[in-house]
Every structure is written in structure tokens, then in C-alpha cells.
């Protein structure tokens, strides 16, 4: 928030001249017929891609030569608000005379930049970017049907944003390198989420198959059981880990080992002993909680003596940080 | 270029008469109304007045209070905030009820209540776009605080049976709020015949200026306040008094008033014209019983043509219109309205919203229904979805 952000603008008055054109007047609507294609020698392909009920619907009608693969004509159909007009407009036009598997590598953010008065200007406000992604994904749909494989094929990786085309693995790696605990962050960081915001979390503009939220719990998840695994060896091979960087599970087994093994039997030896209740952080502090029983409660060294030989015990073997609290 | 305006419930324009009204206490009157010198003291007569024709438009009773806020919102907040302050915080009550429908400062407001723990029911509207005093009854507890439902709807303009509901309530001995901001000014309104606790409502709705609204508090109704301060509206509300805003909505409401049966004549004809005219376009529809509806007001539904492609075609040709299914917006995967009347799933983004005032005029509504057919022809030309042949040139 900033003052920019105080007065809301029209995201109409964010569209590019061309964009604007373009919605007015767009140049490759309209069909390609059977005898458009036998007129020129190819084959007809007719691509549907999305649904009305979803808000945005784009049919794409290519003529292909079937010897060179080259795209000979090509046209649209659209139901949906202005930009998915001049977006499909726009990648129809970019579509033509190249080749299927050249088409193919057009992707929504080349039609975005083809639609720029500058080239530094966005054609469209970030809500509007999906708008491109539906013409990106009916070129894949019509290539598909060319080629007569599934349209996944032409996908490498998998995308989770697909207005900024940022995959899942780029995703993850950047959580993991930076450490990030927050979608801000993430999207700070590789601009997935920035655009329709659709990929952040569920009940968004429309259905993903991935979410950041989702994503960054699980990678957080991975990154913990990671660190977990990595400490688990260090100590099955002999190697120290810090009692500060532990577990509170790993915390509290050393505390019990050292009582046991240097406390414990001076107690017994008295006709007393003690429990641990609980061990707490306390900001830079490591609170154990302890009761004494049989003898030891109610003797005087408890809060004396005994007490300072077993916190001073802990303090040498563990760590300076830690207080004992008998209850 | 024509330029009409068919947008008149987001906001209207100020009716001259109101600004005239105004005008004084802008440069010449404008003392603070809680100042003992003549400066202060010179605005009362105004205000008494704006107050007057205030209680006198909504049927309100002396020992009623209409206190000023700054716009409905505010008054929204006030009532949903200030109940849940009285009657929840202190576990007497637990539940508020009200529709799936009502606009986002009374939605948002409960959304926030809950995750505060607070049980929120929010019912549907039946295929009218209403909901009835039954199913409101159905859902009242002996924890409920209060009913929270609009007078009149502002996407469909459909009207809510406010006095039956309120019967309900009083039965049930709940605390009714309505925020009537679509329907004052539109259709008669008579807090003391309706019989609701609370009503919000706003000026720029009915030809006042903006940043000035209103909450009536029926008689005896407790209701903490938000704003402390100088104690200004009987220490109900805080705040130096918007002279000319409050001057300009009595003004406003007097004069809506006056013109309401113009508005259920006039209005209502030039709505039925433009929306008998845009139904003969095949594969059109409207929401809503149109002699449940406020008479300015019609949503229509045209199969193939996404909501705002059309509004953008309105908008090249100077006409003013909405829809409630921005594709731009971040949650909405439809118009929930068309989706409560249950409106096919191809249907739900292809609403736009037609809302004209006593301005509106027949060369205005003449010209809208050549601009309509015309965009209609366009879109449809180009819609993947819906298979039609325009006309060819000559033939």
C-alpha cells in the first residue's frame, strides 16, 4: 500500500493503444472452413479451448500444409471482455506462416509484448495477463490435434503461474535458496502470483492444479524433514550437534541423558529422585521444568545446592542458556 | 456522441436543486454547528430542516434518531460491529443472520465477524431474487443478535418483503437491520410501517452528494458507538457535522420523494421500454420479476457476449452501464447473483446492469437500444460460443 494504491484506477485506462485497437477492431476474427483449406491446399484444424461458464472461451482455426507443417491461414473465435479479444487477435497473427512446432513456442507473454505501445509499458493491467494465456494454450490445443498427441507433450515442465510462466520446480528451488516463509515472498522473488493472482490460493479466478500456498507448506515441510534428516546423521555419525540448533524432542533427550547419566544415581543414593516436567524456550533461555520426589522434596539443597549442581550440570554438558525451575 | 448515463446505482448525479441548497453553508455559512457564536449557530436552521425532511421522506417518529454518518458503509459496520459489541462479546448471542446477496459492506464486515466466532448464516435467494420471511424465520435461534437484509437488491433491484420479514423478527423478538440504499429514493420507504430496528442508507444513491450517508435507529435501540469524541448527533456519532453534505441529502430526500411516483411512472416506462427492446434480441434475458423490482433497475443476461466486452462496446459509444462479473476481478468466478437465481453456468458472465434516474430521458433510452442491438451484433459476430452469421454487406 502506498499512495498510488489509495485511489483506485480503471483497468481500462491501463490497456495499450494497440489493446484498445485491437478490441475494437480485431483482424484475424471470424472462420476457416473445409473449402478455405481445399482452396489452399491443407488441412483444416479447429482448437477449442476454455468454457463460457468460466468467463473466457477461444476457438482457434488454423489451414496447415500437412508436407511443410507451415501454418497457411489461421483465425479466431472469442467469447470473452475485451482483452481475450485482442490477445487472441494478436497470438492468430503471430500464428501465421510460421510452422506448427514454431507456433507452438509462442508463449502468452510474447503476445503480451507484441500487444505494447512501449516496449518497457505492460499492454494490459497484471489482473488482465490470464486473458493471454487462454491464446497461449489453444495454440498447444490446435497442435495437439495436428500432430494427434496429447497437449501435455508440449509442456516441459509443469507451470504453476501461468501469466508469468514460472514452474514448480523454479518455485521450490527459490524457497529452498532463500529461505522464504511467505507467498510475498515468493512472488517478490520470481513474480509467479503477481498477475491474476489465480495460483496463490484456491477460489481465485480460476481452478490450478497447483497452488503457492500449497507449494510453500509442502517445500517448507520437505526443508524441515530435510534439516531433521541431516541432524539424525550427523549424530548416528558421531558428530556433535548443537544443542541450541536441535530439536525440542532432540533437546529434551540430551537433558534427560545428562541427568541420567551424571545426577541422577547421586539422588537415588539419598532416597530421592526427580522427573522432568517440561523444557519451554524462552527467547535466548531453555527453561526445564523439574519435580522433585521422594527424598529430595522438601530437603533443604533442593532450591540450593542440588539444584545448582544440576543446572550447572546441564550448563557444562549442553548449554549456558539453560534454567533449571524445580515446581 | 450521446453520452448517457445507465450506471445511477453505483451513483447519480447531484440534482441542481440539491447543490443550490448546498451552496451557502459551503462560503458563507460555515461555522462548526457545536460553536456557541453566530457563525456556529447560523447553520441550525438549516440542519433542523435537513432533519425534518429527512424524518418526514422515511416516516420516522420524534422519538426515533437519524443519525448522519459519512456513507452507508459506515452505517453497515456500525450496526454488524456494534451488535456483536452489545450482544455477542458478552455471550449472550452467538449468531447474525443474511443473505448470500447483500453488497460487500455488510458481506465483508460478517465475514470478518466470524473469524471472530461468530455464527453467520447467509441464506439464498430464491429464483426472484429474494428471500422470503419463511426461511429467514427457519433460521432464527434464541442465540441469534440480529437479521441483517437489504430493502432492495442493487445488481437485480429486486424488492425484499422488509415488512413481513420484520414481523418475523419482532415474533421472535430479533433485532432487524436493512441497508436501504437501493430502495430510498426508488420506491416508497417507511421505517415506522416497516417496522425495522435499523436502516442504512446513503445520499449520492438518490441525487445527494457523496460522503454523506445515514443509520435510523428506531426508538429505545441501544447501539455503541464507534466514533467518540465531541459528542456531536447526541453523542451517537462523533465528528463536526457535514453541513452542506447534511443540508444537501435533506434536500435530496425531500425532492426524492417528491418525485417518486414520477419515478414509478416515468422511470418505470422508460425501464420497461429498454428492457422489452433488449429481450427481442434472441437469446436475451432479465432477472427478476419486473413489479418486484425498483423501476429504474434491470440485469439482462445476453448468451455468448461476456459482460464486460459489452460494457466496453456501451462505453465507445458514451453509454455508462456495469456488471457484476468483472473477468479482472480476483475472486469472482461469476456474478454470485446470476448464480443465486440460478441462472445456467453460461449465463453467469454475460450480466450487465442497466440502472437509469429521473434524468434519464427517451432519446437516451432510444439511442441505448440501437448502441445494444448493434454491440449485441458485434460480440456475437465474434463469440466462440455462440453460432450466429451476421448479415453480409448488400445481401
Known sequence: MAKSDLIGGSIWEEYSQKVQDLMNNPRNQGELTEEDAKRLGGELIVADFGAESCGDAVRLYWIVDPKTDKILDAKFKSFGCGTAIASSDTMVELCKGKTVDEAVKITNIDVEKAMRDEPDTPAVPPQKMHCSVMAYDV????????????????????????????????????????????????????????????????????????????????????????????????????????????????????????????????????????????????????????RYLGACSGCASSSTGTLYAIESTLKQKLDPNIRVLPI | MMKVYLDNNATTMVDPEVKAAMDPYVCEIYGNPNSLHDFGTATHPALRKAMDQMYEALGARDEDDIVVTSCATESNNWVLKSVWLDLIQNGEKDHIITTEVEHPSVTAVCRWLESRGVRVTYLPVNADGIVEAHTVRDFITDKTALVSVMWANNETGAVFPIEQIAEVCKEKGVLLHTDGVQAVGKIPVNVTKAGVDFMSFSAHKFHGPKGVGGLYIRGGRSLTSLLHGGEQMGGRRSGTLNVPGIVGMGKAMELANYYLRFEEQHVRRLRDKLEDAILQIPDTYSVGPRDNRTPNTVLVSVRGVEGEAMLWDLNRAGIAASTGSACASEDLEANPIMIAVGADNELAHTAVRLSLSRFTTEAEIDYTIDVFKKAVERLRAISSTYAYTPKKEGA
Open chain 1, 139 to 290: 495454440i498447444k490445443k490446435a497442435a495437439s490435434l495436428y500432430k494427434g498427441v496429447d497437449m501435455e507433450s508440449f509442456e516441459e515442465e509443469i507451470i504453476v503461474c501461468e501469466c508469468a510462466r514460472v514452474s514448480l520446480s523454479t518455485i521450490k528451488e527459490v524457497i529452498k535458496l532463500n529461505d522464504l516463509k511467505t507467498v510475498e515472498e515468493i512472488t517478490d522473488y520470481t513474480k509467479a502470483g503477481a498477475f491474476c493472482k489465480s495460483c496463490i490460493r484456491p477460489g481465485g479466478h480460476e481452478e490450478r492444479e497447483y497452488y503457492l500456498v500449497d507449494i510453500l507448506e509442502q517445500t517448507r515441510k520437505e526443508m524441515e524433514e530435510e534439516k531433521l534428516k541431516e541432524q539424525a546423521d550427523k549424530q548416528a555419525s558421531g558428530e556433535e550437534v548443537p544443542f541450541k540448533e536441535m530439536t525440542m524432542v532432540q533437546k529434551i533427550k540430551a537433558i534427560d541423558k545428562v541427568i541420567d547419566e551424571n545426577i541422577r544415581q547421586y539422588l537415588i543414593m539419598d532416597g530421592g529422585n526427580m522427573e522432568i516436567l517440561d523444557v519451554k524456550e524462552n527467547g535466548e533461555y531453555t527453561d526445564v521444568y523439574i
